[in-house]
């Protein structure tokens, strides 16, 4: 399916049917479920799925932003002006999901288009990450570290630091220009990269041709590239103009 939120609905469908399977197997897991918070890439933008109290995240220009709506009992106090977010975080029932994968029914899963460009940061993660670590923190966090491996690895230790009573999950991706469109596009453009970025950027050179294809493409995320055209054959021709180039791109561009 080319519609990127109705594929995410169709495998979320799938997965609220494969839990229906299992409790159907086995009775006494009937109350099981999850939370889900998914993220699909369409070259362009990025599809977003939802349900229950994980979260994701964007960082843009240094601000952190919620990109998911919590679907908890609190959450539900604080959209009504009952209670602060800061009540929240310490409210009795704040570990009360009111929509969760539970295998009964179709889930009502929150589907949204998220636009994205080039320097920004992602972060989804478990309220074993969130429901510990301040907003604040999070953001500062993902500002200091470039490196995604070190920024995932300084946050669950956060986590930890913090108490975790819970499992912590969390994933950390840039969306980044294309290697290819940042040496070979109109020269009157302007490309404005941080450091973050620039370095993801910088990189992606050892792996030109696994890139090839990016750059009929306006971004790339997390590294994967899409169809490559005319244009990207062109650019990389005239980048390698008079250098070895590699066995696999040279392959590519004939």
Request: proline share 3%.
């Amino acid at each position: 399916d080319r519609d990127p939120l109705r594929a995410l609905q169709a495998a979320v469908k799938a997965a609220n049917d494969r839990i229906r399977t299992i409790v159907d197997a086995d009775p006494e897991r009937r109350g099981m479920g999850t939370t889900l918070t998914a993220l699909l890439w369409t070259g362009e933008a990025l599809a977003l799925a939802h349900i229950g109290d994980s979260r994701a995240y964007l960082l843009r220009d240094g601000i952190l932003r919620q990109i998911t709506h919590d679907h908890t009992f609190v959450q539900s106090l604080v959209d009504e002006g009952r209670i602060t977010a800061d009540e929240a975080k310490v409210h009795p029932a704040r570990a009360m999901i009111l929509r969760a994968l539970q295998g009964d029914g179709d889930p009502d899963v929150d589907l949204e288009m998220i636009e994205v460009r080039g320097g920004d940061r992602l972060l989804v993660c478990s309220d074993g990450l969130s429901g510990v670590v301040r907003d604040t923190t999070l953001r500062d966090t993902l500002v200091q570290h470039e490196e995604l491996a070190e920024t995932a690895e300084a946050l669950v230790g956060l986590a930890l630091k913090g108490g975790a009573p819970d499992n912590i999950a969390c994933v950390v991706a840039d969306v980044i220009e294309t290697f290819l469109r940042t040496h070979f596009g109109n020269p009157s453009s302007s490309h404005v990269y941080g450091r973050r970025a620039h370095g993801a950027v910088e990189r992606a050179r050892a792996q030109v041709a696994a890139l090839i294809g990016a750059v009929s493409r306006e971004i790339a995320f997390a590294g994967c590239a899409t169809e490559a055209n005319n244009l990207a054959i062109k650019g990389v021709a005239e980048f390698y103009k008079g250098k070895a180039m590699p066995p696999k791109l040279q392959q590519a561009v004939d």
